[in-house]
């Protein structure tokens, strides 16, 4: 019994002996190193650039109006409209004669009154059309040739006790037809519409996040104008929508939409991104209707020159005016 218990003692402190003297090697197994392999994440595919879609009207008709004597501007319905009184000649013994009589002369002052206020309206903070047309005959013959065929806007209103008959007419701000093409025509020559690759990287990474520009000239005393101009607070021009419109030779297009609210602008599907909102920091010039904006503004759309033109051409910049 001694003896079968003193074996594997004794075998214990041999092999420790034999450790402690060096005199035995153990052996050790080492495990070889594991390779351990990180997976890359796929490169990220960049959707196609895609430009955004023309924007039809954006704001009510009515929404931004001036009104004036004999008629209205209405700056966000894009229409000017005017109104004419015709007298019956009581002596006319023909009834329905006398009453299309009075009736054709109110259209005849509608058209009058019409033409008188088209003049006053602002082309920028600068200059009325009422300048324009003094200077050129030619402007002078096409915006006369819109007011004439300006349509009627409702049916004549007879007032039988007063014995006259109203008429209102309109004519259209922007368009082909519009007051916008007798001043500045479209190009006779093809325009190249833009495309992807006619946009510097400047104007395209724009266009990925924002779908137009909204200037807020509520708190700056900002009028509406046909044409308003863009400038830093140094006084540096960023961008004219008169020339911008030109260069685009966007016939029928909206130059610039006048809103009243932000809100009605983010309703509608064409500004399913948000429009970049800049604050007019002051109106500019003797006429109230060009914009300012602060250092900061200016250069977030600095260097956009190319993107202008597209812009104004699709109807994607969108101004506040004061109320």
């Known amino acids: 019994m001694l003896t079968a218990r003193l074996v594997p003692l004794c075998g214990v402190a041999l092999v420790t002996c034999c450790l402690l003297a060096g005199g035995c090697a153990p052996t050790v197994t080492v495990a070889p190193p594991t390779t351990v392999v990180r997976e890359e994440p796929p490169p990220a595919v960049e959707a196609p650039f895609v430009l955004p879609t023309p924007a039809g009207p954006v704001s009510a008709p009515g929404e931004v109006e001036e009104l004036v004597p004999g008629g209205a501007i209405d700056w966000s319905g894009k229409t000017v409209r ?3 009184t015709g007298v019956v000649d009581p002596g006319n013994t023909d ?6 009589t009075a009736e054709r002369a109110a259209t ?10 088209v003049k006053r309206m602002r082309v920028d903070s600068d200059t009325r059309v009422e300048q324009l047309v003094a200077a050129d005959d030619s402007t002078s013959r096409r915006v006369e040739a819109i007011v004439k065929d300006a349509r009627q806007r409702d049916p004549a209103r007879q007032d039988s006790a007063a014995g006259t008959v109203d008429v209102e ?4 701000i922007y368009g082909a037809a519009g007051i916008e093409n007798a001043l500045a025509p479209a190009p006779s020559a093809p325009v190249v519409e833009a495309d992807s690759g006619s946009l510097s990287p400047e104007a395209r990474e724009f266009l990925r996040g924002y779908s137009g520009l909204f200037f807020d000239g ?11 101009k863009v400038f830093g607070e140094g006084g540096n021009l960023l961008f004219d929508t008169r020339e911008c419109l030109k260069r685009a030779g966007q016939a029928g297009s909206y130059a610039v939409q006048f809103v009243g609210t932000l809100d ?12 970049l909102v800049l604050k007019a920091r002051e109106a500019r010039g003797k006429l109230d209707a060009d914009i300012v904006l602060g250092r900061g503004d200016a250069e977030r759309v600095r260097g956009m020159k190319d993107a202008f033109g597209f812009l104004v051409g699709t109807g994607r910049i969108l101004v506040k005016p004061s109320p």
Not at 108 to 117: C, D, G, H, S, T
């Open 82 to 84: 005017a109104r004419g």
């Open 95 to 100: 009834e329905v004669q006398a009453w299309l």
């Open 108 to 117: 005849v002052v509608a058209r009058r009154n019409l033409l008188e206020i």
């Open 169 to 172: 007419m309109e004519c259209d």
């Open 218 to 228: 509520s708190s700056a005393g900002l009028k509406p104008s046909l044409f308003p």
């Open 264 to 275: 009605r602008v983010l309703s509608r599907p064409e500004f399913v991104r948000p429009p």
